[in-house]
């Protein structure tokens, strides 16, 4: 699967950002769905996550109440919606997916996209 993640930008704190990420090459709706960042000296972090259906959601504790993923299996798009974005949500944003169970999926996803700025000013 291939993947191409957009709709990344600058933002004053507390804006709203949504991004998305277009899957092509096979079976959208098989694979489990993820976002990801890394931010400037920092490992790369779970974000979101998302079941093959939609119906599972997962997130990380810092964006929990804030951010929310989503899917269009009929689209093959994943999408991040961010709001209350603080200076440290600043990042490149990876979308990633896998066939693997969400548990693995969500930890070493298989398949990336090529990343999203987000910068977040205060």
């Known amino acids: 699967v291939q993947l191409q993640a957009s709709g990344g930008g600058l933002v004053h704190s507390g804006g709203s950002l949504r991004l998305s990420c277009a899957a092509s090459?096979?079976?959208?709706?098989?694979?489990?769905m993820g976002w990801f960042r890394q931010a400037p000296g920092k490992e790369r972090e779970f974000v979101a996550g998302i079941r093959r259906s939609g119906g599972t959601t997962y997130y990380a504790n810092s964006v929990k109440g804030r951010f929310t993923i989503s899917r269009d299996n009929a689209k093959n798009t994943v999408y991040l919606q961010m709001n209350s974005l603080k200076p440290e949500d600043t990042a490149v944003y990876y979308c990633?997916?896998?066939?693997?169970?969400?548990?693995?999926?969500?930890?070493?996803?298989?398949?990336w996209g090529q990343g999203t700025q987000v910068t977040v000013s205060s």
């Open positions: 990633a997916a896998d066939k693997l169970p969400a548990s693995a999926a969500f930890r070493t996803p298989g398949y």
């Open positions: 090459g096979s079976t959208f709706s098989s694979y489990n």
